[in-house]
C-alpha cells in the first residue's frame, strides 16, 4: 500500500494560481465514491481505518468535517448533487424513482460544463446507475465489466462480504473505472476538461482481494461505539427507519459483527488504493496545476449504530460522508474546516471556480469563501431529506430530525457525536428547534412515478 506522504510534488497542486483567462479555465477530476461514511484517517471517526492516499489529498488542500449528503441513499443523493435540486423540489426520494422526466439534461452539473466549452467525460457511478444519463457526457467508459464472486459463505442475509481468494486488484471493475480517468488525464487535450470518475466501492458486496482484508485483522476488530438502548427515546417514525429487527438481529444472532466491520474496512481501504492511482497519474501529468480536485462520497452507511445497518435513515452516521477539495491557487494544504456544509454545494461551487455562469435553479450555495479561509464565517446548516416531509438539519452543534406525522428527534453532536439521547421534548431547547427549523423546505414535491430505468 502507498504511504501517507507530503512532499514538495505532492503540494505542488497548491501552489500556483489559477490563470483567469478563457483558455486557461481549470481542469476538473471529481471522484464520487460509493456509500462511503466518514470511516476516513483524516476524519478520525473510526481510527481502525486504512486510508492512506484519501488521507494524501486531503493534506493537499482543505477537508470538510462536517459534509452531509441531500438525501441518505444513492438515487435520490446523486439526482440532487448533479441536478442542484433538492429532493423535496423534484419528488426524486427513493432509488426505484426516475430522475430524468424532472430533470432535463440542460439542468445538470455536466451539461453546464459542456456547453460552457469543457471536454465532458466519465466513468464508473456518477448517478444510480439504473437512470443513467450518459449522453450529457462527450465520452463515457461503456462497461467495466463484472466483478468476480467469492466462493462459499459471502456474508449475513443481506448484508454481504467475503475476500476474494487469488483475486487481483485489476480483476476488479474499479481498476477499469479509474484507468479510464487515467488514460483521460494523460492524453492531450485542446480545452479544459470536466472528468467524473465513480468508484462502486465500498458499496455492497465488501468482497475485495484478502491482501485488503489482512490490512484489518480480524482479532484486532472494534465494533462501533452502540447502546442497546438507544433506541428507547426515538419515535415510531426513526424506528421504522432503523429496522433493528432486520439486519441488525440478523447479525447479532449469527455472531459475525466483527467480520462485517472488516467487511466494509477492507472495501474502504481497496477503493482508497484505486484514488492513489489517480493521484498518482495526476501528479505525473503536466495539468497537476491547473486541475481543481473535489473527492466526495454519496452518503454515509451504519454498521450497527442506533441498531441500524446500511443508509436510509436520518442520524450522523447515514448522513456524514468525506468531501475534499484542492484548487490549486486557492486552498490552502492539510486545512480542516469545521464549518456545516452540504453537497447541494459542490455544483455551484463547481462552477464559481471554472468561471462558469452557475444556473438559476440551482439550489446550493458556493463554498469558495470557505475554501480560501476555512474558519470564514458560515451560518448555512446542512439540510438532508429521506421520503416525502423527513428532515433533518444539521448545524455544527446540533441535529434536528422532524418527521412528516411530526415527531421529533434533537441531539446535541457537541455531548453526544453518537446520538444517544433524544433532547426534542426539553422545553428550554425549543428555541434552537425553532432556529433549526427555518431550514426545512417549504415545498414537499409528491413523489415521482417510480421505474425500472434504462440508458
Not at 488504493?273 to 498518482?280: E, N, T, W, Y
Not at 411530526?406 to 446535541?412: R, T, V
Not at 439521547?421 to 431547547?429: S, W
Amino acid at each position: 500500500m502507498r504511504i501517507l506522504r507530503t512532499t514538495v510534488a505532492a503540494l505542488a497542486l497548491a501552489a500556483a494560481p489559477i490563470a483567469a483567462g478563457a483558455d486557461d479555465r481549470p481542469n476538473v477530476l471529481f471522484i464520487a465514491l460509493d456509500d462511503l461514511n466518514h470511516w476516513v484517517g483524516h476524519l478520525g471517526r473510526n481510527p481502525q481505518a486504512v486510508t492512506p492516499n484519501i488521507d494524501r489529498l486531503a493534506a493537499r488542500g482543505v477537508r470538510f468535517t462536517r459534509a452531509y449528503c441531500a438525501a441518505p441513499l444513492c438515487n435520490p443523493s446523486r439526482a440532487a448533487l448533479m441536478s442542484g435540486l433538492r429532493p423535496s423540489t423534484t419528488g426524486v426520494y427513493q432509488n426505484n424513482e426516475d430522475w430524468r422526466p424532472v430533470v432535463p439534461k440542460e439542468q445538470t452539473l455536466v451539461t453546464t460544463f459542456r456547453k460552457a466549452g469543457y471536454e465532458t467525460l466519465g466513468s464508473g457511478k456518477i448517478y444510480h446507475e439504473a437512470y443513467s444519463r450518459r449522453a450529457e457526457w462527450d465520452d463515457y467508459l461503456q462497461d467495466a465489466g463484472k466483478d468476480p464472486k467469492p466462493t462459499g459463505d459471502d456474508g449475513v442475509g443481506g448484508i454481504k462480504f467475503a475476500p476474494l481468494d487469488g483475486a487481483r486488484d485489476e480483476d476488479l471493475r474499479e481498476w477499469k473505472i479509474v484507468q479510464y480517468g487515467i488514460d483521460q488525464i494523460n492524453r492531450p487535450h485542446d480545452r479544459p476538461f470536466f472528468l467524473t470518475v465513480g468508484l462502486h466501492k465500498p458499496h455492497m458486496p465488501w468482497n475485495v482481494p484478502r491482501k485488503y482484508y489482512d490490512l484489518h485483522p480480524l482479532d484486532s476488530i472494534q465494533l462501533p461505539p452502540h447502546r442497546e438502548d438507544d433506541l428507547d427515546d426515538v419515535p415510531p417514525a426513526g424506528l421504522k427507519m432503523a429496522r433493528p429487527d432486520g439486519d441488525h438481529k440478523l447479525m447479532l444472532e449469527s455472531g459475525r459483527w466483527k467480520e462485517a466491520v472488516q467487511g466494509y474496512l477492507a472495501a474502504i481501504s481497496y477503493a482508497d488504493a484505486m484514488v492513489g492511482r489517480l493521484l498518482d497519474a495526476l501528479d505525473a501529468s503536466p495539468v497537476r496545476d491547473k486541475t481543481i480536485v473535489v473527492l466526495w462520497g454519496d452518503h454515509g452507511w451504519h454498521l450497527g449504530e442506533k441498531s441500524h445497518w446500511r443508509k436510509f435513515a436520518l442520524w450522523e452516521e447515514a448522513t456524514r460522508a468525506p468531501l475534499i477539495w484542492v484548487v490549486p491557487g486557492l486552498t490552502p494544504a492539510g486545512v480542516a474546516c469545521e464549518r456545516t456544509v452540504d453537497f447541494m454545494d459542490v455544483y455551484p461551487t463547481l462552477t464559481d471556480l471554472a468561471g462558469v455562469p452557475t444556473p438559476s435553479h440551482v439550489e446550493g450555495t458556493s463554498i469558495k469563501s470557505l475554501l480560501k479561509d476555512p474558519a470564514a464565517p458560515w451560518d448555512v446548516p446542512a439540510l438532508t431529506t429521506f421520503g416525502r416531509d423527513n428532515h433533518a438539519v444539521r448545524s455544527e452543534g446540533w441535529r434536528y430530525i422532524r418527521y412528516a406525522d411530526g415527531s421529533e428527534e434533537l441531539y446535541d453532536e457537541a455531548a453526544d457525536p453518537y446520538e444517544w439521547k433524544n433532547l426534542a421534548a426539553d422545553p428550554k431547547l425549543a428555541p434552537i428547534k425553532a432556529e433549526l427549523a427555518k431550514r426545512f423546505p417549504a415545498t414537499n414535491a409528491r413523489p415521482v412515478k417510480a421505474g425500472r430505468g434504462a440508458e
